[in-house]
T-cell receptor, first 113, second 115 residues
Framework: DTGVSQNPRHKITKRGQNVTFRCDPISEHNRLYWYRQTLGQGPEFLTYFQNEAQLEKSRLLSDRFSAERPKGSFSTLEIQRTEQGDSAMYLC???????????FGPGTRLTVT | DQQVKQNSPSLSVQEGRISILNCDYTNSMFDYFLWYKKYPAEGPTFLISISSIKDKNEDGRFTVFLNKSAKHLSLHIVPSQPGDSAVYFCAASARTQGGSEKLVFGKGTKLTVNP
């Protein structure tokens, strides 16, 4: 399967713990996006990379959130000191610079207890 | 404020009939629009898109219409099939200075196609 993959698919953590999610984009895609989706809402943009450079961050991305794409391939999203409000589906998407289309992975569902 | 609005949370149609899903937007800077389909426990799947320089794009059973003056677009599915039952998201994008083309999504419309 050559689509976008995300790991883990589900994560349950206690409030205050740190969590890290991984996204592997489609191999030839140089753009990688993170979105968050809560119940009854559409996905909301968090941040975006072109190759290894993080070029845009949403105001939704508080100081507790950090994302990296060290070699321009896979990306990680870390949430420090998790809060119950962080419970959501975290979606990763990839694309190429000349196209608007973004292709999404299956998501990581985070539950903070 | 919500820049992309899908005012119908749900829609139910009979198999073989037409499904029409609607979407309105407020930001005149949007120049590209996309529709995604989402099944439970899966990520959104790209369906069809349209550039603001066009008013119609067709791909098999799926057609998207864009009315720029009304800031309105619609997705037509003909004929509807039970496998089309899913949540449909409208998304829009604008070429910002940073060129990210981040997508702004509506809240989705749940389509149910009854056999």
């Amino acid at each position: 399967d050559t689509g976008v993959s995300q790991n883990p698919r589900h994560k349950i953590t206690k409030r205050g713990q740190n969590v890290t999610f991984r996204c592997d984009p489609i191999s030839e895609h140089n753009r990688l996006y993170w979105y968050r989706q809560t119940l009854g809402q559409g996905p909301e943009f968090l941040t975006y990379f072109q190759n290894e450079a993080q070029l845009e961050k949403s105001r939704l991305l508080s100081d507790r959130f950090s994302a990296e794409r060290p070699k321009g391939s896979f990306s990680t999203l870390e949430i420090q000191r998790t809060e119950q409000g962080d419970s959501a589906m975290y979606l990763c998407a990839s694309g190429i610079a000349v196209s608007y289309e973004q292709y999404f992975g299956p998501g990581t569902r985070l539950t903070v207890t | 404020d919500q820049q992309v609005k899908q005012n119908s949370p749900s829609l139910s149609v009979q198999e073989g009939r037409i499904s029409i899903l609607n979407c309105d937007y407020t930001n005149s800077m949007f120049d590209y629009f996309l529709w995604y389909k989402k099944y439970p426990a899966e990520g959104p799947t790209f369906l069809i898109s349209i550039s603001s320089i066009k008013d119609k794009n067709e791909d098999g059973r799926f057609t998207v219409f864009l009315n720029k003056s009304a800031k309105h677009l619609s997705l037509h599915i003909v004929p509807s099939q039970p496998g089309d039952s899913a949540v449909y998201f409208c998304a829009a994008s604008a070429r910002t200075q940073g060129g990210s083309e981040k997508l702004v999504f509506g809240k989705g419309t749940k389509l149910t196609v009854n056999p």
